[in-house]
């Protein structure tokens, strides 16, 4: 392989790498008047339980949670909980 192919693979390699990983984190909402079985997060259609809201969520996004709900009394699976180092989840203002 020449030093010209070699330094456009590399360059290809980089730039889909850029473009992959520059998604944007999106933001989910928990209320006490939310519905974790038809709502889908966003603020006007909150979840329930902050429960639901980490089983959909992804590492990078974040969490709001209204300040009713007391985020300390969460109870979620081994993998949720594993997940919860790569989330955002804080209470709304």
């Not at 473009?19 to 038809?38: K, M, Q, S, W």
């Amino acid at each position: 392989m020449n030093t010209q192919s070699l330094i456009l693979k590399t360059m290809l390699f980089l730039l889909c790498v850029v473009f992959v990983n520059t998604g944007y984190a999106a933001i989910f909402y928990v209320t006490e008047l939310g519905d974790d079985g038809n709502n889908r997060g966003y603020k006007g259609s909150p979840y329930r339980t902050v429960e639901k809201a980490v089983s959909v969520a992804e590492c990078g996004d974040e969490i709001l949670v209204s300040p009713e709900i007391n985020i300390n009394d969460i109870k979620l699976t081994e993998s949720e909980d594993e997940k919860l180092n790569c989330l955002k989840i804080q209470y709304e203002q």
